[in-house]
């Protein structure tokens, strides 16, 4: 039965991807120039005047949601036209949160520049971004925010905005489930729609909460020379294809006259909301070595540099596997009590091998300079070998040995 279902999802995923490449490719040329054009004139405007400071992407973004209530009963209550151009308008602001959102990031960097970034009146509320995490002891207590909250805070913006969308957009649809009746045609083709765009939005939202709220705090390295995506579409352009469809595709839905135009645009949507919910749960497990922080004498190091380590690893993944290849209870039992880590290896292998990572479901091993041979050649060579910086900032697959020549 596994099997059958896969290959299902297999022949689903193909379909979606040649939907991607044929019509959703050629339509992001001009959807990214229209929104070019309309971010230019957006910006204009914001640099022209004076912007107060809580005027900010949050702002924004919570005001758009709040128009979900006159929606929904204007719906209720038969109206269509002005429930029309809310949703109109409510997709405006999910463009506009992000313009205003671009431009209070420039502001401070401006700021920063020119040296003035003590004065509070020209940026907006939201905390530093230092990443540093460099302690200057003062002699007098100070309160340092963790990681965790430090990297939730930086990724609020851009979750709330992704769920404020979820949750504007589902009651809409829920509310116009009664008008389908109403239609003269293409019920069931309506109802599957509406249904299947619900599904895939409330389980999107359920997703991103989860990886909110257990995300480590910590920005994953960015990966050069090899390409983690399964698709040619950018999963960023799917997102903006997708909230396209979905809000003019519910706008145009509203209006009798244009409901099977609007039935359209939203069954255009239903491919793009299954590959982001794919996306988002693809699974992909990441290995290192417990004793990668080894010093020179042998000793391990077990200190905030290792835990940053595998919370590096683990935004790249879905899964952390850490192997420790000596007998010892204490570092198996630091990896365990790691919220990074999901499983540890006990006397794991010093050099894993293609069998060992078949064995235990590993997509990829990651290492430190220095440690370059955790792997045998095999794995190098496949590409599945990766190798953080020095600087923590990007990860990239160890080149295999060149054969010797022969003289």
Request: charged fraction near 20%; charge should be neutral.
């Amino acid at each position: 039965m596994s099997e059958l279902f896969k290959s299902i999802f297999d022949l689903l995923n193909a379909i979606v991807e040649v939907y991607l490449g044929s019509v959703i490719k050629p339509f992001l040329i001009f959807h990214e120039q229209f929104y070019s054009k309309m971010n230019s004139t957006l910006r204009k405007v914001l640099d022209d005047n004076k912007v107060p400071t809580w005027f900010t992407a949050n702002f924004v973004t919570y005001v758009r949601t709040a128009f979900v209530v006159p929606s929904v009963l204007l719906i209720a209550w038969g109206h269509t036209i002005l429930p029309s151009i809310i949703v109109l308008l409510v997709d405006f602001g999910d463009f506009l949160d992000g313009v205003v959102a671009r431009y209070w990031v420039d502001m401070k960097k401006k700021k920063e520049e020119e040296g003035s970034s003590g004065d509070s009146k020209s940026s907006p509320p939201g905390g530093s971004d230092d990443d540093s995490y460099e302690v200057v002891m003062t002699g007098s207590p100070q309160t340092i925010t963790s990681w965790t909250m430090n990297g939730r805070k930086k990724a609020y913006g851009g979750f709330v905005d992704a769920v404020c969308d979820k949750a504007f957009v589902v009651p809409c649809w829920l509310c116009l489930m009664p008008s389908v009746g109403a239609s003269s045609r293409l019920h069931v083709l309506q109802y599957v729609t509406l249904w299947c765009l619900i599904f895939a939005e409330s389980s999107s939202t359920v997703i991103r909460f989860r990886a909110f709220f257990t995300s480590s705090g910590v920005a994953p390295p960015a990966v050069k020379g090899l390409d983690f995506s399964t698709s040619a579409v950018k999963a960023d352009h799917i997102g903006k294809a997708k909230q396209t469809f979905e809000m003019v595709g519910t706008a145009l839905f509203v209006l009798p006259y244009m409901r099977y135009l609007g039935l359209l645009l939203l069954f255009c949507a239903v491919p793009l909301a299954y590959e982001s919910v794919r996306r988002k749960v693809k699974k992909r497990v990441m290995y290192v070595d417990g004793m990668a922080s080894m010093t020179s004498t042998g000793e391990v190091v077990f200190d905030h540099r290792t835990l940053k380590f595998w919370m590096q690893i683990k935004g790249m993944g879905s899964k952390l596997i850490v192997g420790v290849p000596v007998k010892s209870g204490d570092m198996v039992l630091n990896a365990c009590a790691s919220p990074s880590v999901d499983e540890v290896v006990a006397e794991a292998p010093r050099k894993v091998d293609l069998m060992f990572l078949e064995k235990n479901n590993i997509d990829f091993v990651v290492t430190v300079p220095g440690q370059e041979r955790l792997a045998t050649e095999e794995v190098i060579g496949s590409n599945r070998c990766l190798m953080i910086t020095e600087d923590g900032k990007t990860v990239q697959p160890i080149k295999p040995k060149e054969p010797q020549k022969q003289e």
